[in-house]
């Protein structure tokens, strides 16, 4: 009788623990969603006040121009800073910036969702001799960015300049001029906004703050 009167005590001890455990992950679950929900309205307010300071973004036909000094094809990333370079000096270039898909908006901010299909080029590789094994076709899927920000805007965030022997190439075999990698460095340091002070700190000379990337 003992022994069955214990096994019941840690009967009931599992089972209020198990409860206690329980409505704690409930808890811990609806925070992550109230968070994720109050995060996802903050996005979607700022990119909505974009459009509030520039309600005629909307409608080209107010303010389309019939020539421009630069045309830029490509709302990407190299594209939108180029664009934004060239306009910093009010009145001296006209600049227009083409892009086929649309502007961000909080659904591009979600990584699970930012893959849609109308914010990506939906591209596939050729069929792979050496990998996708686990595929029918061995087709990988290779999304592009259709959409203002390009395929930074549905990366994951990920940021990555290219390898600096890519550049060097472009000048040493190719006769590319100014294209080396150490020129380009300057211009990747002051376009870009690393707010990680930690990686700024290890890395001195390689990294910019407070830009725009």
Request: glycine share 8%; hydrophobic share 35%.
């Amino acid at each position: 009788m003992l022994y069955g009167f214990k096994i019941r005590i840690l009967l009931n001890l599992h089972h209020s623990t198990f409860k206690q455990a329980n409505c704690s992950m409930s808890t811990s679950l609806s925070a992550q969603f109230l968070t994720v929900a109050v995060i996802a309205l903050q996005r979607q307010l700022y990119h909505q006040r974009g459009l509030n300071l520039n309600p005629d973004l909307l409608n080209p036909n107010s303010w389309l121009k019939p020539s421009y000094d630069f045309i830029i094809v490509g709302g990407g990333t190299a594209g939108s800073i180029l664009a934004s370079r060239l306009s910093a000096c009010p009145n001296q270039y006209s600049v227009l910036l083409l892009e086929a898909g649309g502007p961000v908006s909080v659904i591009t901010d979600i990584v699970p969702l930012n893959y849609r299909m109308d914010t990506a080029w939906n591209y596939r590789t050729v069929p792979q001799r050496y990998s996708a094994l686990g595929i029918a076709d061995r087709r990988i899927n290779y999304p592009r960015g259709r959409i203002l920000g390009g395929s930074s805007s549905t990366n994951y965030a990920m940021y990555i300049r290219g390898n600096r022997r890519g550049f060097d190439e472009y000048e040493q075999r190719f006769g590319a001029s100014g294209w080396n990698y150490e020129n380009f460095l300057k211009y990747f340091i002051i376009s870009e906004n690393n707010t990680d002070p930690e990686v700024v700190r290890a890395n001195p000379g390689f990294h910019g703050t407070g830009n725009m990337l």
